[in-house]
């Protein structure tokens, strides 16, 4: 038994039919449930918050794939109170969905230090932003046929959740991946001018691409974000050092194949910006 948390997200769920594919045995762990899993995926609702809640998802498990979200891990004992519910079920190894920003120093390191300091066998997969950020652009696309961001002219090798969940299941599947930390990207990097124009190229019309200054991106953000987080990301965003530049050869080597790239990604889910 393999138990997935976030089950529901852009990496939970094709992670899920990655591991049925391969003939294991799923439990899809999240707070609220889906009705998009098969049938035959257990599917018992658990808080991380709570990690008590989770312990009766860990029966008969060896594996387990964790993802958290941010304020959880910053959270004070938070993550190892989870682990010890973890190591306490049973489960051999942990998969760790990370963030390339750790490898550079632009993010901090604290999930990455709990899992290697629990005692159980671990893999840790240090993801670039995700295609999928850009579906916050859909209801402008649908609506004006345009996208407005800052930074139109710098570009980031994003990657597709769905290589992700590849390569979880991979790591999840084979115990010889244990102690490795692996860096996911796509397959090269992509501007936001330039995934307004894939985008336009999928829907088969034009896509305007509308530049944000800093303060304008900046006073959007401040409504949903942080302060802080918001500086954060807009640093990273404006000026992205050469380490969240780079382009890893991780997905080709754990898939055999060379990452999907945006255009790839926009073309397949062309239908949330029509």
């Known amino acids: 038994m393999i138990v997935v948390t976030g089950a529901t997200g852009n990496v939970g769920q094709p992670l899920v039919r990655a591991l049925l594919t391969a003939g294991e045995r799923v439990t899809a762990v999240s707070r609220h449930g889906s009705g998009q899993l098969p049938a035959e ?16 998802a860990l029966d008969g498990a060896r594996a387990l794939f964790l993802l958290t979200s941010g304020d959880f891990a910053a959270a004070e004992g938070a993550l190892s109170g989870l682990l ?47 295609h999928t950020n850009t579906l916050r652009w859909a209801d402008a696309v649908r609506a004006e046929r345009a996208v407005t961001a800052p930074f139109g002219d710098v570009a980031l090798p994003t990657v597709d959740p769905a290589d992700i969940a590849e390569v979880a299941a ?24 330039e995934q307004t124009a894939a985008i336009g190229e999928a829907l088969g019309e034009p896509v305007r691409f509308v530049e ?12 949903f974000m942080p302060e802080r987080a918001v500086e954060s990301t807009l640093g990273i965003l ?3 050092s050469a380490g969240l530049r780079r382009v890893s050869p991780d ?4 898939l055999g194949r060379v990452p999907r790239s ?9 239908a949330a910006f029509r």
Do not use: C
Request: aromatic residues 4%.
């Open 41 to 56: 995926v257990r599917q018992p609702r658990a808080d991380l918050a709570d990690p008590k809640s989770l312990a009766p």
């Open 84 to 130: 010890a519910v973890v190591r306490a079920g049973g489960v051999q190894r942990i998969v760790l969905l990370s963030s390339q920003g750790v490898g550079t120093g632009d993010h901090p390191s604290g999930p990455e230090d709990a899992v290697r300091a629990s005692g159980l066998g671990w893999t840790v997969l240090r993801a670039g932003g995700f």
């Open 170 to 193: 991979v790591t999840l599947r084979d115990p010889t991946h244990t102690g490795h930390v692996y860096e996911l990207t796509g397959p090269g990097p992509v501007s936001p001018r």
């Open 212 to 223: 944000q200054t800093r303060e304008e991106a900046k006073a959007v953000m401040t409504r």
């Open 238 to 240: 404006g000026s992205p």
């Open 251 to 254: 997905v080709e080597r754990l």
């Open 262 to 270: 945006y255009a790839e990604w926009a073309a397949r889910n062309v």
